[in-house]
């Protein structure tokens, strides 16, 4: 069936630094693609999107493209600060289920 | 935006007592919702879909008579965890698509306490 498998965490940054948080899939299909984000005591948020190849999803500075080639979608940020502190999700949309990654904690240190 | 609720955002129960959390859509209907699972550390587990109206669809593995879900209206669900014990202690989190779209809107989660 279809997955997703993330890098496991967690991910230790200085601020200021590159952000790079591996996400790869499987799927039958064309799935739409999504990255999720949690910060400590909240509920999802849906960070950014793309729903076909070569899609650029991007919001508060992170982007992912969607790359058919590498069944892929990297989350990266140029520039992290300490608020991006937070657990995030690489999920698939399929047949209108989400199917989720396991979930990378990034900390950053000031 | 598509606002989903959820309430309580905490609860503290005792063992064998049973809570009832709401989920609702406020600016939207719902034709679909979802109730997941997260466990410390670990990623969300999809529990069960109901369609209003109809009965939920639950995921294998998940007690459907112990989490019991009610969708009667288009902008609420609600999911029922009977003779609670402290096992299921975790964040309950709810969902809602609109007819006709695939994007699913978080409320903000419970966090259940069974002592």
């Known amino acids: 069936g279809d997955s997703v498998t993330q890098m496991e965490g967690p991910v230790t940054l200085s601020e200021e630094a590159f952000l790079t948080i591996n996400c790869t899939y499987t799927a039958t299909g064309y799935p739409s693609l999504f990255w999720y984000v949690q910060y400590p005591g909240e509920g999802l948020q849906l960070l950014l999107k793309a729903t076909k190849a070569d899609d650029k999803g991007s919001n508060k500075g992170f982007e992912a493209t969607y790359r058919k080639e590498t069944t892929s979608f990297h989350l990266e940020k140029g520039s992290v600060q300490v608020s991006d502190s937070a657990v995030y999700f690489c999920a698939l949309d399929s047949n209108y289920q989400l199917i989720w990654g396991a979930g990378t904690k990034l900390i950053i240190k000031p | 935006g598509a606002v989903v609720s959820q309430h309580p955002s905490r609860v503290i129960c005792k063992s064998g007592t049973s809570v009832k959390i709401e989920c609702r859509s406020l600016d939207f209907q719902a034709t679909t919702m979802f109730w997941y699972r997260q466990f410390p550390k670990q990623s969300l587990m999809l529990m069960a879909t109901s369609n209003e109206g109809s009965k939920a669809t639950y995921e294998q593995g998940v007690e459907k008579d112990k989490f019991l879900i009610n969708h009667a209206s288009l902008t609420l669900s609600t999911l029922t965890v009977t003779s609670a014990h402290p096992e299921d202690s975790s964040f309950y989190i709810c969902?809602?698509?609109?007819?006709?779209?695939?994007?699913?809107?978080f409320g903000p989660g419970t966090r259940l306490t069974v002592t």
């Open positions: 969902s809602a698509t609109q007819d006709g779209f695939y994007e699913q809107y």
